[in-house]
């Protein structure tokens, strides 16, 4: 079972091991987004669909499941697991004064360097910023920072886990380094008043790490008969980029809420000119990536002004 947490919905498919023939699908929306500065989505609407989603797909058996999920978002949690706040999405652009404080500080070529990517308002770690800035109280009972994709699989294994392709898009993961880089936290968002920041950030799994057996709980929950093995998961685009099998030398474009052009590369970038992401992939290898915010919500407003479907456009 593989499963794609977008903006807009989640889309869930069964597939057979053996010879990947597509058995079935599930599809489930999640809320509508403002269409101001502010993205947010209360992540259990992402489980509720998660949850509908399955369903649909009329499948029991399942032996193994993978989540990938929007990259960048901000979910932050207490002590006990319960979500603080909703999350802000890789969209969400609140946290842009943020992120040009993070530039001015160090220089766009330092942090291309440091974490593959030059801060902007999509980054998690200016969203992190934003929330010690404008909502200290929230942030001071943060225990655990994940990303979209790594909440519902603590939701469905109860392990706090992540992987190296979605680490690397929250600017304080180092793709050179293969590590989390707790000291840029301190530097640009400050240090927690307990703990260190190695005590809130996820596991960074390897790419054939398994995260952990479904619990039986969340299993009775979805009406599976088997306890699936659960994979690490990845962050949207370098889903995209191994479902399709992209190799060095290929380009993928993606067009979607936002709009992404992209590779596979045996080494790590870092572009000084903020131009490149410096992502890394969910293969052990990396995802250079150049991405506009808005794709088709702009060109769905104009087809329909024009009364044209997206292909006549």
């Given at each position: ?40 989505q209360d992540p259990k609407a992402w489980w509720d669909a998660l949850v509908i ?245 702009v060109t769905d407003v104009i087809a329909r002004a024009l009364g044209a479907t997206?292909?006549?456009?």
């Amino acid at each position: 079972m593989g499963v794609d947490s977008s903006t807009q919905s989640t889309k869930v498919e069964v597939r057979d091991a053996d010879d990947g023939h597509l058995v079935a699908a599930g599809r489930a929306p999640h809320p509508a987004t403002s269409h101001t500065a502010r993205r947010e989505q209360d992540p259990k609407a992402w489980w509720d669909a998660l949850v509908i989603a399955i369903g649909q797909t009329g499948e029991r058996d399942i032996a193994a499941m993978s989540i990938a999920g929007q990259q960048h978002g901000m979910v932050v949690l207490d002590a006990a697991g319960a979500v603080l706040r909703p999350a802000k999405l890789w969209n969400d652009t609140e946290s842009a004064p943020e992120a040009e404080a993070m530039v001015k500080q160090f220089g766009a070529e330092r942090w291309a360097k440091a974490c593959g990517s030059v801060p902007v308002a999509s980054l998690t770690i200016t969203k992190l910023a934003w929330l010690a800035r404008h909502e200290q109280a929230t942030f001071e009972r943060v225990a655990r920072v994940l990303l979209p994709h790594d909440y519902l699989t603590y939701r469905v294994t109860g392990r706090y886990v992540t992987d190296r392709g979605d680490a690397s898009g929250t600017g304080y993961w180092s793709p050179t380094e293969n590590a989390w880089r707790p000291d840029l936290l301190d530097r640009v968002v400050g240090a927690p008043s307990d703990g260190t920041w190695d005590d809130r950030l996820p596991e960074v799994l390897g790419p054939q790490e398994p995260s952990d057996w479904m619990t039986a709980s969340v299993n009775d929950v979805l009406g599976l008969r088997g306890r699936p093995l659960c994979g690490p998961g990845t962050g949207d685009n370098m889903a995209a980029a191994l479902g399709v099998g992209l190799r060095p030398g290929d380009v993928a474009l993606s067009l979607g809420t936002s709009g992404t052009v992209y590779t596979v590369a045996d080494r790590p970038t870092a572009d000084g000119n903020g131009f490149v992401a410096g992502f890394a992939d969910a293969t052990g290898r990396f995802l250079p990536l150049v991405c506009t915010l808005n794709a088709t919500g702009v060109t769905d407003v104009i087809a329909r002004a024009l009364g044209a479907t997206a292909s006549e456009l």
